[in-house]
C-alpha cells in the first residue's frame, strides 16, 4: 500500500507553488489595507479597533509574504500567517456573517500545508 510522502521533487515543488500563492495573497491583501481601501476601513471599524490596527495587521501580512518567500524563512512565516489566519476565522465568526469566516479558513489550508513542510527545513538547521 502506498504511503503519502513530503519528500522529492514533486512535493517540493507544490510547496514551492503554495509559497508563492500564498505571497501574492497576503501581499495584496496588505496593499488593500495600506491603501485603505474603503471596505478594509469599514470593517477594521466594525471590530472596533480602527485604522491602526488594520496597518499593524497588513504589516504583519506583509512580512509574513516576504518571510513564506525565503527559504530559511519559510516554516516561521507560515506559522505566523496561521496565528493570524486563526484570528481572523474567529473575528469573522464573532464580528461578521459567520459565512465569511470561509475566506481566511480557505486561505488557512495552503499556509499550514507550508508550514508544516517545512517544519523539517527549520528543525534540521544547526548553529556552528
Do not use: N
Amino acid at each position: 500500500m502506498p504511503t503519502l510522502t513530503v519528500t522529492g521533487r514533486r512535493a517540493d515543488h507544490v510547496v514551492r507553488a503554495l509559497r508563492i500563492l500564498v505571497a501574492l495573497a497576503f501581499l495584496m491583501a496588505a496593499g488593500t489595507k495600506f491603501a485603505a481601501q474603503a471596505d478594509a476601513v469599514r470593517s477594521f471599524d466594525e471590530i472596533r479597533f480602527g485604522r491602526w490596527f488594520m496597518y499593524v495587521i497588513a504589516c504583519v501580512e506583509l512580512a509574513g509574504a516576504i518571510g513564506i518567500l525565503t527559504p530559511r524563512l519559510a516554516g516561521p512565516a507560515a506559522l505566523g500567517l496561521t496565528t493570524l489566519l486563526t484570528g481572523a476565522v474567529v473575528t469573522q465568526l464573532v464580528v461578521f456573517d459567520p459565512v465569511t469566516s470561509l475566506i481566511p479558513l480557505a486561505h488557512l489550508v495552503p499556509v499550514a500545508i507550508v508550514a508544516w513542510a517545512r517544519r523539517a527545513c527549520s528543525s534540521s538547521v544547526t548553529t556552528a
